[in-house]
């Protein structure tokens, strides 16, 4: 190649300069990103970011979610548990009721009290005081009222014979009941109550889940050792020592004519004095079973009126879902009070 003055130029110089031999062709040509691609990219991490806190909301909310219905709970089963002390105050109040009774029967207001005790309304739920006839199927063994527990055997005070008599037990076991009361007598007098809970019961030689199941209605800590003739069970009556025949003569007295309890008809014994007269213008006795209820009497084992009970009350919310339940015994006092004083308590 010749230069503009005609003489040939070096071979190197024809080179454009664009093109440097050190160049490499390959380097030149070296492709960018697109922005498509870009895009792309930025689009899976937002959208992971959104799916993250997506997730991470979802986990919040049911946290949430779960602590208000935590919240809830509790509070409705504090709820029904103050519904359930409500109805052991209304209790009190029929215990408090006048004056001071001659007799204790099924007659009271406090025995047997559907209108007062089944499923009273209050606020957001409701209470019910009752408690279960043993050996009795609900709804028809099911008594809307208060238990009397002086109705009941005292296993602190009953000798073996009476103790022997009651449903479950057998003279072993009645002797290893003995040999604990004199295990555990206190020395003071006022305090000899070798039994303070019926659960100690358990921890007699040969006191099964079983016995004691069969036991328990009919035993008592808290009674002076003297069973009401009006509200005692079938039960307690033959483990006194009353024969099958007074013992459902006594029952068909208390049930009235009618044969029916907790009607109008019902009837009560007024006196201990009486009891033999009463029962026989009902129902003629035998010289026997006439025998029989005078010796339970002059054994002092009998009376007609009572001063301690047990109270059962039930508070229910959401329409029976969520219950508690308070039992308290209460002794109540002979003067013109009537204040109760409480003997025990207990809240499930």
Same mark, same amino acid.
């Given at each position: 190649?010749?230069?503009? !003055?005609?003489?040939? =130029?070096?071979?190197?110089?024809?080179?454009?300069? =664009?093109? @440097?031999?050190?160049?490499?062709?390959?380097? !030149?040509?070296?492709?960018?990103? =697109?922005?498509? $691609? =870009?895009?792309?990219?930025?689009?899976?991490?937002?959208?992971?970011?959104?799916?993250?806190?997506?997730?991470?909301?979802?986990?919040?909310? +049911?946290?949430?979610?779960?602590?208000?219905?935590?919240? !809830?709970?509790?509070?409705?089963?504090?709820?029904?548990? +103050?519904?359930?002390?409500?109805?052991?105050?209304?209790?009190? #109040?029929?215990?408090?009721?006048?004056?001071?009774?001659?007799?204790?029967? +099924?007659?009271?207001?406090?025995?047997? @009290?559907?209108?007062?005790?089944?499923?009273?309304?209050?606020?957001?739920?409701?209470?019910?005081? %009752?408690?279960?006839?043993?050996?009795?199927?609900?709804?028809?063994?099911?008594? +809307? *009222?208060?238990?009397?527990?002086?109705?009941?055997?005292?296993? @602190?005070?009953?000798?073996? $014979?009476?103790?022997?008599?009651?449903?479950?037990?057998?003279?072993?076991?009645?002797?290893?009941?003995?040999?604990? &009361?004199?295990?555990?007598?206190?020395?003071?007098?006022?305090?000899?109550?070798?039994?303070?809970?019926?659960?100690?019961? &358990?921890?007699?030689? *040969?006191? /099964?889940?079983?016995?004691?199941?069969?036991?328990?209605?009919?035993?008592?800590?808290?009674?002076?050792?003297?069973?009401?003739? @009006?509200?005692?069970?079938?039960? #307690?009556?033959? $483990?006194?020592?009353?024969?099958?025949?007074? #013992? %459902?003569?006594?029952?068909?007295?208390?049930?009235?004519?009618? *044969?029916? &309890?907790?009607?109008?008809?019902?009837?009560?014994? /007024? /006196?201990?004095? !009486?009891?033999?007269?009463?029962?026989?213008?009902?129902?003629?006795?035998?010289?026997?079973?006439?025998?029989?209820?005078?010796?339970?009497?002059?054994?002092?084992?009998?009376?007609?009126?009572?001063?301690?009970?047990?109270?059962?009350?039930?508070?229910?919310?959401?329409?029976?879902?969520?219950?508690?339940?308070?039992? *308290?015994?209460?002794?109540?006092?002979?003067?013109?009070?009537?204040?109760?004083?409480?003997?025990?308590?207990?809240?499930?």
């Amino acid at each position: 190649m010749r230069s503009p !003055s005609g003489s040939r =130029s070096p071979w190197w110089s024809a080179r454009p300069a =664009s093109q @440097n031999w050190c160049s490499s062709p390959m380097g !030149s040509k070296r492709k960018r990103p =697109s922005l498509r $691609a =870009s895009e792309g990219s930025v689009l899976i991490q937002v959208l992971w970011t959104l799916a993250i806190l997506v997730l991470l909301g979802l986990a919040l909310g +049911y946290s949430t979610a779960l602590d208000q219905r935590l919240v !809830s709970y509790q509070r409705d089963r504090l709820t029904a548990l +103050y519904l359930a002390k409500a109805g052991y105050v209304r209790a009190l #109040v029929e215990l408090e009721r006048g004056p001071i009774p001659q007799t204790d029967s +099924y007659l009271d207001s406090w025995a047997n @009290n559907p209108d007062a005790f089944r499923l009273t309304p209050l606020g957001p739920g409701s209470f019910t005081v %009752s408690y279960a006839l043993p050996g009795q199927d609900p709804p028809a063994g099911v008594v +809307y *009222g208060i238990v009397d527990e002086d109705r009941k055997i005292n296993i @602190n005070t009953a000798p073996k $014979a009476i103790l022997a008599r009651l449903p479950g037990m057998t003279e072993e076991v009645a002797d290893a009941l003995l040999e604990w &009361r004199a295990r555990h007598k206190s020395l003071v007098v006022i305090e000899d109550k070798p039994f303070k809970v019926l659960e100690e019961l &358990r921890l007699v030689d *040969g006191m /099964t889940p079983e016995v004691f199941q069969a036991l328990e209605p009919f035993v008592t800590v808290y009674s002076d050792g003297k069973v009401n003739l @009006n509200t005692a069970p079938r039960e #307690v009556m033959a $483990a006194l020592g009353m024969s099958e025949g007074l #013992v %459902s003569k006594v029952v068909r007295f208390r049930w009235g004519p009618d *044969g029916i &309890r907790g009607t109008r008809d019902d009837q009560s014994f /007024t /006196t201990l004095a !009486s009891a033999g007269q009463e029962l026989n213008a009902f129902e003629t006795l035998t010289p026997l079973e006439a025998a029989q209820l005078s010796n339970v009497i002059t054994q002092n084992r009998l009376k007609v009126a009572s001063s301690v009970f047990r109270i059962h009350a039930q508070g229910t919310v959401r329409d029976g879902k969520i219950s508690r339940a308070v039992e *308290g015994v209460v002794r109540r006092a002979a003067g013109p009070s009537r204040s109760v004083a409480l003997l025990s308590w207990r809240e499930s």
